[in-house]
Nanobody, 120 residues
Framework: QVQLVESGGGLVQAGGSLRLSCAAS????????MGWYRQAPGKQREWVAI???????LYTDSVKGRFTISGWNAKNTVYLQMNSLKPEDTAVYYC??????????????WGQGTQVTVSS
């Protein structure tokens, strides 16, 4: 079992920056992908960024060039650095961890979410 705890959300003006953290604990050896999802009011939860155990990263088109996912260091923590924030980025951000095997997902885990609000 894996436990995830997000932190770092808050209020920021458009154009500002924010860094989210996701601390993983438990049986972290059972996962090989970590990432961030977000859900705005009235919208479906969407994938934002992922990082794999070998350091590869991917981003959804709307955040490319603005967000950076990093970490998975000895502290078992993944970060999401968000720059040039837009009001459209306002959402609850969730940390996710999973085991990806042969393009199938196993043992997915979620954090409790952290609110990010970008004002204009």
């Amino acid at each position: 079992q894996v436990q995830l705890v997000e932190s770092g959300g808050g209020l920021v003006q458009a154009g500002g920056s924010l860094r989210l953290s996701c601390a993983a604990s438990g049986s972290i050896f059972s996962i090989n992908v970590m990432g961030w999802y977000r859900q705005a009011p009235g919208k479906q939860r969407e994938w934002v960024a992922i990082i794999t155990s070998d350091g590869s990263t991917l981003y959804t088109d709307s955040v490319k060039g603005r967000f950076t996912i990093s970490g998975w260091n000895a502290k078992n923590t993944v970060y999401l650095q968000m720059n040039s924030l837009k009001p459209e980025d306002t959402a609850v951000y969730y940390c996710n961890a999973k085991l990806l095997r042969s393009q199938n997902v196993y043992d997915a885990y979620w954090g409790q979410g952290t609110q990010v609000t970008v004002s204009s």
